[in-house]
């Protein structure tokens, strides 16, 4: 069973579009979204609908948190708090219930699903964490697999006889082994920070192969820049695409 998984694709529609034909080529069963769906992007509203329309599955971010918990919004960065002030004009009330209706962790497949730092977190990032801290985390949750997003990059730890080691990820197909298990973040379909390029990203776990599968897709992002451009978003906002 191929598993398409996405995370903060943060009202980046093209890039949305773009992945999902990419995923529509190969043959994937299901696909889930890792939260932030929302805040950054010029077309929010297109992206929630896209996602009910395809039957997509997802977690809440910190995001979508934001929306349902004031005085979390009023506590975010300068950016991310313009961002989502500006598309809380143009998500309809129908998609504000969607996106602070949803669950904030998901078991799938034997797999834990969630936003932020594992086993429970949608705010906390896992920043640079020590191996003793990972072991710490990987001890909190029984699941073999755990994907998380947040963090806009790719990352991948290894718990193998009770050791955790970091891998940095590279484009392509990863092997896993049977025994091992692995905490592994997809990077960002609309916002990418990983160093690779600026292109979608998102990842295919194989669950019969037992294989995970790190994929950038190109998109249109001169229109996605032209659209935060006019609808007055951070300048960052478009800087980071």
């Not at 598993?3 to 034909?21: K, Q």
């Not at 932030?36 to 995001?63: A, C, F, W």
């Not at 790719?154 to 905490?183: A, K």
């Not at 990842?203 to 229109?223: K, N």
Request: proline share 6%; charged share 20%; glycine share 6%.
């Amino acid at each position: 069973m191929l598993i398409a998984i996405l995370s903060d694709i943060h009202g980046n529609f093209r890039a949305l579009e773009a992945v999902l034909d990419d995923i529509d080529s190969c043959s994937v069963e299901e696909i889930i979204s890792l939260g932030d769906n929302i805040g950054y992007g010029p077309e929010p509203e297109e992206v929630i609908k896209t996602l009910q329309k395809r039957n997509i599955l997802s977690v809440m971010g910190n995001h979508e948190l934001a929306l349902a918990k004031p005085s979390y919004l009023a506590g975010l960065n300068p950016d991310a708090k313009i961002s989502l002030e500006i598309q809380l004009q143009m998500i309809s009330p129908d998609s504000i219930s969607y996106c602070t209706a949803l669950p904030k962790i998901m078991i799938r497949h034997g797999a834990r699903f969630i936003h932020g730092c594992p086993p429970r977190s949608l705010t906390s990032y896992l920043y640079y964490p020590s191996m003793k801290k990972m072991e710490r985390i990987f001890a909190g949750y029984p699941e073999r697999f755990c994907f998380f997003g947040h963090l806009h990059s790719f990352e991948r730890y290894i718990l193998d006889n009770h050791s955790c080691s970091y891998e940095q990820p590279v484009l392509g197909s990863y092997q896993c082994v049977n025994r091992d298990r692995y905490l592994l973040n997809p990077g960002s379909v609309g916002q990418p920070r990983d160093g690779i390029n600026r292109e979608a990203k998102y990842g295919l776990w194989d669950i019969d192969a037992d294989t995970f599968e790190l994929r950038a897709v190109p998109y249109d992002s001169a229109t996605t820049k032209k659209l935060l451009r006019q609808l007055n978003f951070p300048e960052m906002n478009s800087a980071r695409l």
